[in-house]
């Protein structure tokens, strides 16, 4: 196997792809690194990582965790989901996403999958019910779903130079010396690329804070940079882990730097907001299809997929944009959508179709004259967007329900001109009339959660979301008591307006 400075450490010990390790594998590694502790991870209701270390004292016994798993209290992961009484569930190394923990060199790491005292994949999990989704997308559709994220975060630290400072909103791809954050993105960028293989590019975004305004002592008086990394694509349910096991990871940096990383809907009046844009791309016998056969257009199975979306939209907001704070940013005129539509490179709709290398691959050519020889088997890239989500989301949550819109929209007839009625021309915030013609998203979380509960049947067939997590999720919005909140703080002086919004807007920085 080819070996990469940043390649994957373990299949580069071993020799092989990830997808082969096997039990007899990590005991080797084991033995060649010296590992002291195995840590299992695994995502608990609030979306985040949990861990649970085990120290290796013999080869019999790191056989039998690698075998076993272990018990871990399903009613404190999923409280109110699990009851005391029931509360056992098993943890499950799955070996393919084993990594050297880039924190802690002497812990090998596994992703884990819950399984119940039956030994069945436990129901209500939020990996399980993404599983579950995609099983059921692939029985009905005869296709493969794959999608990635991108991840908007600020990094706040403390201002150690004011030289070449950066302009407010003037991040934008950003480079040294003006981006003081480089060499921390390019760490974390290392990590997340060898252990989920995984990474597109990263960059610095839009939004500069020179002093954070806030009571809450960890941000306050500090710099803001807002960074991105996007994602490559992989099958959806691989896409959510690698997602949630990056925040992990950017989290870990920034805290090793004394620096805290943010994926906080909003941060500051007037600065860009932390999106996590979603793609997705149909793969069929591993080609994308999202192009007809001559790429002049969009594939009839892909305007299929964005009627499906658009369908269902507003209900996925309820696990996209899960605190108030989101409804600051999916405003108008803030490169966040607010109108159910979809559009070309537009970057004001809710779904874009992005570039995707349509016209000509060997773009290189054109400007190296003399390269002479074209890359051969260049696979298809062409994606959609889906703009509404932010680093809020209940990552695998909001991925299982584009998953069931996807199933439904290829699935249903009528889906095809759902696409046909939302395509949008132009900047829909300049175009009145256009603009009336489009069904509006939610403008609060209690919002959503109402919609959410309206649709809660199509969520629930064929036993994919179980009715605990739809109440969970309801309750969680409800809780938010949002509804309103732009026309309250439009109706508030300039001061105490901007007081209430940074309140709302910091209530949660590491809500998921």
Not at 118 to 126: D, K, S, W, Y
Not at 260 to 277: R, S, Y
Not at 368 to 374: A, D, F, I, V
Request: include cysteine.
């Amino acid at each position: 196997m080819e070996q990469y400075s940043l390649s994957n450490p373990v299949s580069v010990l071993l020799d092989k792809p990830r997808e082969e390790f096997t039990r007899e594998d990590m005991i080797e590694v084991i033995r060649q690194k010296g590992i002291e502790r195995i840590t299992f991870h695994y995502i608990a209701l609030d979306g985040k990582l949990k861990e649970l270390s085990l120290p290796v004292v013999n080869t019999y016994q790191a056989e039998q965790i690698l075998t076993k798993g272990e018990r871990v209290d399903g009613s404190s992961l999923f409280k109110g989901i699990v009851d005391a009484s029931l509360s056992d569930l098993y943890v499950v190394p799955v070996y393919k996403t084993a990594f050297i923990n880039p924190f802690d060199p002497c812990s090998l790491d596994f992703i884990c999958r819950y399984l119940t005292n039956e030994g069945e994949p436990a129901p209500f999990t939020l990996d399980n019910i993404l599983a579950k989704a995609n099983k059921f997308f692939k029985k009905n559709t005869g296709l493969e779903l794959h999608a990635f994220g991108e991840l908007e975060f600020f990094l706040i630290k403390d201002r150690e130079k004011s030289l070449f400072s950066k302009e407010d909103q003037g991040g934008y791809h950003a480079s040294s010396p003006f981006l003081k954050s480089g060499d921390i993105l390019h760490e974390m960028v290392r990590y997340i690329t060898q252990i989920t293989g995984s990474v597109k590019y990263a960059h610095s975004e839009v939004g500069y804070i020179k002093s954070i305004h806030s009571d809450i002592s960890e941000i306050k008086d500090k710099e803001g940079e807002q960074l991105e990394i996007e994602f490559l694509p992989q099958p959806v349910d691989e896409a959510a882990d690698s997602l949630v096991l990056a925040k992990w990871l950017i989290r870990n940096v920034a805290y090793k730097y004394n620096s805290v990383a943010t994926f906080t809907p909003k941060i500051e009046e007037g600065v860009a907001g932390n999106g996590m844009h979603v793609h997705m791309a149909l793969m069929k016998n591993g080609k994308n299809i999202m192009r007809n056969k001559d790429n002049s257009e969009l594939s009839a199975e892909a305007k299929q997929l964005i009627g499906g979306l658009c369908q269902y939209a507003d209900s996925l907001t309820a696990f996209g944009n899960t605190v108030s704070s989101a409804y600051l940013r999916l405003v108008p005129n803030q490169e966040a959508p607010t109108r159910i539509c979809w559009s070309d490179l537009n970057r004001s709709a809710m779904i874009r179709v992005p570039l995707g290398w349509t016209k000509r691959i060997d773009m290189a050519n054109i400007v190296n004259t003399q390269q002479k020889e074209e890359m051969k088997d260049i696979q298809g890239q062409q994606t959609v967007e889906l703009r509404t989500g932010d680093g809020s989301a209940i990552i695998h949550l909001l991925f299982a329900g584009i998953t069931m819109a996807a199933e439904w929209g290829l699935t249903q007839k009528k889906s095809a001109s759902i696409a046909e009625s939302t395509y949008a021309e132009g900047n829909i915030f300049e175009n009145e009339k256009l603009l009336q013609t489009l069904t509006p998203l939610p403008q609060s979380c209690v919002q959503s959660s109402r919609i959410l509960l309206k649709n809660r049947e199509f969520y629930q067939r064929n036993q994919i979301f179980p009715e605990s997590i739809i109440d969970y999720v309801a309750g969680l919005l409800k809780e938010e008591n949002d509804e309103g909140m732009n026309n309250e703080l439009s109706d508030l002086p300039a001061d105490d307006r901007l007081v209430k919004t940074r309140d709302i807007m910091h209530k949660y920085l590491h809500r998921h």
